[in-house]
Nanobody
Framework: QVQLVESGGGLVQAGGSLRLSCVGSGSTLRLVHMAWYRQAPGKERELVAGIYTNGQTKYADSVEGRFTISREHNKNTVYLQMNNLLPEDTAVYYC????????WGQGTQVTVSS
């Protein structure tokens, strides 16, 4: 069993930056894939960025070039560097990990003011 805990959310002005962290604990087994999802009010949860076992990364079109996902080597720790934030980036951001099964964090709120 893996517990994922996010941190780093908060309130920022448009154009600003935040760095989200997700730390996994409770197991020495390495999660195969890790990713960040987000869910805005009234919208479905969507993939923001993923990093996969082969090192490949994937980004939503809306964040490509602004966000960067990274992972600590051989650890269940993943980061999301978010630059040039926009009001439409406002959402609860969730960490996701997959071994299998899939694990979710509790979420961290990111609010971008215009």
């Amino acid at each position: 069993q893996v517990q994922l805990v996010e941190s780093g959310g908060g309130l920022v002005q448009a154009g600003g930056s935040l760095r989200l962290s997700c730390v996994g604990s409770g197991s020495t087994l390495r999660l195969v894939h890790m990713a960040w999802y987000r869910q805005a009010p009234g919208k479905e949860r969507e993939l923001v960025a993923g990093i996969y076992t082969n090192g490949q990364t994937k980004y939503a079109d809306s964040v490509e070039g602004r966000f960067t996902i990274s992972r600590e080597h051989n650890k269940n720790t993943v980061y999301l560097q978010m630059n040039n934030l926009l009001p439409e980036d406002t959402a609860v951001y969730y960490c996701w990990g997959y071994r299998p099964p899939a694990y979710w964090g509790q979420g961290t709120q990111v609010t971008v003011s215009s």
